[in-house]
């Protein structure tokens, strides 16, 4: 047995509720951190599992004291979280530089050019070797030609996590796997997918800015084999496309709401402010009967979010919940909110399936 760690992304219950439903069950959790304890022959598999999978941000081998001896050999610089690990190595092991880390966060230098040590507990320290795709992630969040974060656009990270969750419902039958989304937006869920080796199906009422993203796909962090088709659809209506007989599985969002700036939340009454939950209830529901009536899609994992407004006291989902139980869903959630501290919409993930 050998063991592995990994930081668990900020938001822990999401990435928690994303491991879980993963195979390799957590052996010990210890602040931000997940220990594992995995077998000599499923290594390669828990390596092929983190590439999948987007809940942690750094990762890789569990090392004794001893161990460390060969570690920081060549090393004059070291990345740690706390500097009692850095007194120790500086006392023990003569390392003579090192810079002081945020468990989350990932310093280029230290990634590219140095070691990065976390102290887990008495004589046990993570050796971080691997870490998040951060250059994908801030390449599709920041860089598409045609993007608006003003409207919602999906975090990159989250729609990783949300595709990870979607296979992990998929039964072992699909290959390859093939992602739907139907409110494709700018593509946040094609660029993901794709660069995880994932076929894409992308639809929209309005497909354009997707089509405009379409030269992005040469960049070389996107590329790869997986195939990828937009077609225009407005989910108010039936889904009739012959190809939709080839999707695994649904990753959507479609939008937070209006723009929530706290000035303009102060002057909405109460019944405006219900006008525009009604319009999101209707959008969700609708295209959830819709998709529940087609012969093939009915039976696929849907894992899409809801907004949740921070300032509105209701959970706005009730009744997109109470929706999806009356078509024979069964709905799972994390317990946690996706959200940033000064944002005033947030959004629940859910998990809805079939049979
Ligand atoms: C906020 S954007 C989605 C962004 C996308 N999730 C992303 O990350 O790029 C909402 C999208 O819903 C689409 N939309 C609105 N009404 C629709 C409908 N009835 N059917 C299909 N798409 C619709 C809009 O055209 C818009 O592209």
Redesign the pocket.
């Known amino acids: 047995m050998n063991k592995y760690f990994a930081v668990l992304w900020r938001l822990k219950e999401l990435a928690m509720f994303e491991w879980s439903v993963w195979w390799f069950a957590p052996q010990q959790v210890w602040n931000d951190c997940v220990v594992i304890d995995v077998a000599d022959e499923q290594v390669d598999r828990l390596h092929d599992f983190f590439q999948h999978l987007g809940w942690s941000v750094k990762r890789w081998r569990v090392v004794t004291a001893e161990e460390l001896w060969e570690i920081l050999k060549h090393g004059t610089l070291l990345g740690v979280t706390d500097t009692a690990l850095w007194a120790f190595c500086k006392k023990n092991y003569g390392v003579k530089r090192f810079k002081k880390l945020a468990i989350h966060h990932t310093d280029k230098e230290i990634k590219e050019w140095w070691i990065e040590l976390i102290a887990l507990w008495y004589e046990l320290y993570g050796h971080v070797e691997h870490y998040q795709h951060i250059p994908l992630y801030e390449a599709i969040d920041f860089e598409k030609p045609v993007r608006g974060m003003q409207?919602?656009?999906?975090p990159a990270k989250l729609t990783h996590q949300l595709i990870s969750i979607a296979c992990a419902h998929l039964s072992l039958h699909w290959s390859p796997v093939t992602i739907y989304d139907?409110?494709?937006?700018?593509?946040?869920t094609w660029f993901v997918a794709n660069a995880l080796g994932y076929n894409t199906i992308c639809s929209?009422?309005?497909p354009t800015?997707t089509k405009q993203n379409l030269p992005r796909r040469n960049n070389q962090l996107f590329a790869t084999d997986a195939l990828f088709t937009v077609f225009k659809?407005?989910?108010?209506q039936p889904f009739v496309a012959p190809f939709l007989q080839h999707v695994s599985c649904i990753v959507t969002?479609?939008?937070l709401g209006p723009i929530m700036a706290k000035k303009s939340v102060q002057n909405l009454t109460r019944q405006q402010l219900q006008e525009k939950i009604t319009d999101i209830q209707t959008?969700y529901t609708t295209f959830l009967s819709n998709i529940a009536a087609h012969p093939h899609c009915s039976t696929v994992p849907i894992v899409i979010t809801y907004p949740q407004w921070t300032f509105f006291e209701a959970d706005m989902s009730l009744w997109f919940i109470e929706h999806a139980e009356t078509l024979w869903y069964t709905v799972q959630q994390p317990s946690q909110l996706y959200m940033r501290n000064d944002q005033q919409v947030a959004r629940r993930v859910f998990v809805l399936q079939r049979g």
């Open positions: 409207i919602g656009m999906m139907p409110f494709c937006g700018f593509g946040t929209d009422i309005n800015p659809h407005d989910v108010m969002e479609w939008r959008m």
